[in-house]
T-cell receptor
Framework: AQKVTQAQTEISVVEKEDVTLDCVYETRDTTYYLFWYKQPPSGELVFLIR??????QNEISGRYSWNFQKSTSSFNFTITASQVVDSAVYFC????????????FGQGTRLTINP | EAGVAQSPRYKIIEKRQSVAFWCNPISGHATLYWYQQILGQGPKLLIQ????????DSQLPKDRFSAERLKGVDSTLKIQPAKLEDSAVYLCASRPLASGRAGEQFFGPGTRLTVL
């Protein structure tokens, strides 16, 4: 079975600070996808990024960056120069590439950016 | 393209009553998921359809929950009778069978259910 752990329940920082959200996963399968989703107060889950298990290259998209390390089974998410609009709950998730591809989510990290 | 539609957005019922939720996935998406998200937790899969067939319903409490996807498009999720612990947001998601955005699921706004 797959498991995703987000140890940080809540994080609060001041605007313009950098913040890193941690994600640790467990799976016996060698082929899988990892995701980050954002859930703003409106409730809809917004896709941010997908990585597959074959590709450990880190990725940067604007102020967002992701660090994938298979050796530690981690897929961490960093927001640089945070903004108030980044306030939301962030979920890390895993799905197997083969089969049903259901998403297994972590518990989520509530991020609050204070002005 | 239009996103995943869900209705109602909010529902308040008393325990032991019945309730139904509706989902209209993105046009052409063959796979449809229902997730339950309890406050403070991540979404948990209840049931997955591919076209109108069930792929995975291992975590669906079948004594009270049922779901169908007639004609492989819209889907309904029903709870009968509801319990207090069913209070949650019910999210519908869809995914095409094959796309360049492999594995990505598209989520609707959810239905927030409160059972009193």
């Amino acid at each position: 079975a797959q498991k995703v752990t987000q140890a940080q329940t809540e994080i609060s920082v001041v605007e313009k600070e950098d913040v890193t959200l941690d994600c640790v996963y467990e799976t016996r399968d060698t082929t899988y996808y990892l995701f980050w989703y954002k859930q703003p107060p409106s409730g809809e889950l917004v896709f941010l990024i997908r990585r597959n298990s074959f590709d450990e290259q880190n990725e940067i998209s604007g102020r967002y960056s992701w660090n994938f390390q298979k050796s530690t089974s981690s897929f961490n998410f960093t927001i640089t120069a945070s903004q108030v609009v980044d306030s939301a709950v962030y979920f890390c998730a895993l799905s197997l590439i083969q089969g049903a591809q259901k998403l297994v989510f972590g518990q989520g990290t509530r991020l609050t950016i204070n002005p | 393209e239009a996103g995943v539609a869900q209705s109602p957005r909010y529902k308040i019922i008393e325990k032991r009553q019945s309730v139904a939720f509706w989902c209209n996935p993105i046009s052409g998406h063959a796979t449809l998921y229902w997730y339950q998200q309890i406050l403070g937790q991540g979404p948990k899969l209840l049931i997955q359809f591919q076209n109108n067939g069930v792929v995975d319903d291992s975590q669906l409490p079948k004594d009270r929950f049922s779901a169908e996807r007639l004609k492989g498009v819209d889907s309904t999720l029903k709870i009968q009778p509801a319990k207090l612990e069913d209070s949650a947001v019910y999210l519908c998601a869809s995914r095409p069978l094959a796309s360049g955005r492999a594995g990505e699921q598209f989520f609707g706004p959810g239905t927030r259910l409160t059972v009193l």
